[in-house]
């Protein structure tokens, strides 16, 4: 088979290459070793950067994913202090998506990227491959080979994009990316029904347990009384300090005071998995010839969140620009493809550099307790936090060491 662009793995990265693609008039190939609906452990959390690119993408598709009855309108975060002190940030809302449409969502993964791959699937300048592992590619005359497991797919393209998640053999070779352990985080997921007190306009719920810093325990709403409950943490903490995230929550869920009562009548309604997540660990090239890594097998999850599908829409988003470019020009040396990096970089880097550097002030109790009591108690540090979820100059500040000093000192 002959193709334009090969898109390796449909989660949010390969399913918004390949409708910026068909948008562009560009033809390519969706690729995935499973067959859709397909579950994918996650928080299911969609915030704002997914619902930006999805804006740009097509305002329809936006207007009708928020009135999806598989999905709530989530509409702040809480966090939650080691010593239970509570602090709720309002998302800022401009209205700038249009009417009814929130500034985030809470949707299992199973029903999120099947509403993507379904829209793939309806474009006829999408072809898609479900069930084909790719497990080779090797450069060719005229551009990439790729085979599948089972070697019953040959695909050759002239630009890859691998969007095939963390595990996938390609962020190593071709993509050069070696993962470090205290930059991967293993995350912890359960479905829980019946879970009460939830925020009633479906915060997010981050509870930073004591010994867990920096790791938190999470609670996303869900529809029908259903809530996603996980824990993360980097596996080099979990490896030094002999952690076992499954007992942290069950134990959490069963003794903390502010949870028991919640999870009182609560029922787990799926076994908990494990999955890994790729943090940011600083910038590097994601791109060579005739090649871009997108998602998290190019190593984009927020280390302070653990956010990675907006990252994984952007880099879809600008892998489709750059494919687009590269086929006009008949460019695919790794000078031009690393432009890919360039536009990358100016979108997320900055943000990306501030969570690294806010990463080791969230560590220390004492200070993210002391923080958390101020800023619920001060009008001045709420808004300057709520601030800093949206406002880069104002996350800026946030890695600043003197302003913890000054909020410990009381100043
Ligand atoms: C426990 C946990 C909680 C999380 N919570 C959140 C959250 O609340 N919000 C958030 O924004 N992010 C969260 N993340 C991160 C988020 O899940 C990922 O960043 C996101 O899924 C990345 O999307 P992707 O398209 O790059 O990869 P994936 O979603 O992993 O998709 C990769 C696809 O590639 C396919 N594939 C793999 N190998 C091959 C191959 N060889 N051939 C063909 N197909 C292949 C797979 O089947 C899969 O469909 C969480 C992650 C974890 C583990």
Redesign the pocket.
Known sequence: MQTDVAI???????TFAALFLAKFGVKCKL????KFP?D????????GW?LTVLNELDKELLAKLSKQDFLVHSHGMRIVAPNSSILDLPFMDDGSFGAGIPPGFICR?IDF?NFMMEEAKRRPEIEVLEE????EFRRGKSGIVLNSKNRDVRISAKLVIF????????MKEPGGILKDKKFTMT???AYYKGVSGCHPQNYVELHFLKGLLPGYFWV?PLPGEMANV?V?LDRHRIGKKKINLKKIMLEAIATNPYLKTRFKDAEMIENIK????PLWDGRRKLSGERFLM????ASL?DPVT???????AITGMLAAKQARRSLEENDFSSAFMSRYDDRLYKKVGKELDISKKILPFIQYERVFNRVINRASGSKVLKEKLILALTDLEERKKLKNPMLYLKIMLGM
């Open positions: 390796v793995g449909a989660g949010p990265a390969g690729i995935d070793k499973q397909r994918k452990i996650c928080g299911d959390g969609i915030s997914v993964r990227d084909t592992e790719i497990n969007a095939s998640g963390v595990n996938s053999k390609f995350g912890i997921r996303f996980g993360g494990a999955w890994q997540l997108a998602g998290d097998a999850v653990g956010e990675g599908i907006g990252h994984a």
